[in-house]
């Protein structure tokens, strides 16, 4: 398992957290970018500017090939360090616009989840059986209390908890500094890469330099399923009760997102590790060009960085494709 979870409380089966544990990195048929030892940069911990309670320090660790290694062991509080509030997520009523409302994905697009897109939910799904607002005064349904979002978010989602636009508030699982969910991440501080690519399944994907985890695929199907909307902010970030506050995508479009400088080169520019050590980048370079030349799991080597990932698009749901280097157990 990569995440160690310190915050005390019970453990739930939630829908919208279920992408969101470390899990076994099994074996792929993909093919991946031959990497030589030159294109091999060692993890630069100096990227990351993370907040208070928040530690980077070396410890011996075991790789997925069974390897004994070193990683740096990464402890986040499950905020970001470079924001002061999150959201917004979900739309107040069937009026609210775009400035006040958050985001969802659907089929690799990130729409505005506005009132309208609130209110149109049965013509874009195609199925009568939306309903996420009072018809008579307009308010958006929403999980506004802890146990509204964690009873909505369930698998087992009772009749009650449907057609509801979820959303948790951090302070449901802050303590008492008012930061988040301390969490642990073990990273190769040299990468090693792995014989075959390695599925991202429902593993964490890595970490971004601002302290928020990038996380797997959110389980839509299933939140659509019990016609919910787990609403995200404009960061394709949201908060859960393991996790904290973390990415499902990077929308480097809207800011810190999370904040990113493209490489003198124009390049585009690295915002985190993956757990098998290498950078990953924003999707598109500053002439806003995706890279030609990307492998299975969206890496790619050049003489400047070595090995290292673009992101997917905001809306795919998605980081990268899968991992090229081994990771720890």
């Known amino acids: 398992?990569?995440?160690?979870?310190?915050?005390?409380?019970?453990?739930?089966?939630?829908?919208?957290?279920?992408?969101?544990?470390?899990?076994?990195?099994?074996?792929?048929?993909?093919?991946?970018?031959s990497i030589t030892d030159d294109?091999?940069?060692?993890?630069?911990?100096?990227?990351?500017?993370l907040g208070t309670s928040s530690s980077i320090t070396e410890v011996s660790c075991t790789l997925s090939n069974g390897e004994s290694s070193t990683c740096y062991s990464i402890t986040i509080n499950g905020f970001p360090s470079d924001r002061t509030e999150l959201g917004p997520?979900?739309?107040?009523?069937?009026?609210?616009?775009?400035?006040?409302?958050?985001?969802?994905?659907?089929?690799?697009?990130?729409?505005?989840?506005?009132?309208?897109?609130?209110?149109?939910l049965d013509i874009f799904y195609g199925d009568s059986n939306w309903?996420?607002?009072?018809?008579?005064?307009?308010?958006?349904?929403?999980?506004?209390?802890?146990?509204?979002?964690?009873?909505?978010?369930?698998?087992?989602?009772?009749?009650?908890?449907?057609?509801y636009c979820v959303q948790c508030d951090i302070s449901y699982y802050s303590d008492t500094d008012g930061e988040g969910i301390s969490s642990t991440y073990l990273i190769p501080v040299t990468p090693v890469q792995r014989s075959s690519?390695?599925?991202?399944?429902?593993?964490?994907?890595?970490?971004?330099?601002?302290?928020?985890?990038?996380?797997?695929?959110?389980p839509t199907e299933d939140i659509l399923s019990?016609?919910?909307?787990?609403?995200?902010?404009?960061?394709?970030?949201?908060?859960?009760?393991?996790?904290?506050?973390?990415?499902?995508g990077a929308n480097h479009g809207e800011g810190t997102c999370p904040g990113v400088d493209f490489e003198e080169d124009g390049h585009g520019g690295a915002f985190g590790y993956a757990l098998d050590g290498?950078?990953?980048?924003?999707?598109?370079?500053?002439?806003?060009?995706?890279?030609?030349d990307l492998d299975t799991c969206r890496g790619h080597t050049d003489d400047e960085r070595g090995y290292h990932y673009h992101s997917a698009g905001a809306g795919?749901?998605?980081?990268?494709?899968?991992?090229?280097?081994?990771?720890a157990r």
């Open 39 to 49: 294109d091999v940069q060692a993890v630069d911990t100096s990227k990351f500017e």
């Open 197 to 218: 690519a390695g599925s991202v399944d429902r593993s964490s994907i890595g970490v971004a330099f601002n302290g928020v985890v990038l996380d797997a695929a959110a």
């Open 278 to 292: 290498y950078a990953i980048h924003t999707m598109l370079d500053e002439n806003g060009d995706e890279e030609s």
């Open 89 to 120: 997520f979900c739309p107040t009523t069937t009026t609210t616009e775009a400035v006040d409302a958050g985001k969802w994905f659907d089929d690799g697009v990130l729409y505005d989840l506005t009132g309208e897109f609130i209110s149109k």
């Open 316 to 327: 795919e749901n998605l980081f990268i494709g899968c991992f090229t280097g081994e990771t």
């Open 131 to 163: 309903q996420l607002y009072d018809e008579n005064t307009k308010e958006v349904k929403i999980t506004d209390t802890q146990t509204a979002c964690e009873a909505a978010a369930r698998p087992d989602v009772s009749a009650e908890y449907n057609n």
């Open 226 to 248: 019990a016609y919910t909307i787990a609403a995200f902010d404009d960061c394709v970030g949201h908060v859960n009760p393991t996790a904290g506050y973390h990415y499902h």
């Open 1 to 33: 398992m990569n995440k160690v979870t310190t915050f005390a409380m019970p453990i739930l089966s939630v829908l919208i957290i279920a992408a969101c544990g470390g899990t076994v990195v099994e074996t792929v048929d993909d093919t991946t970018t």
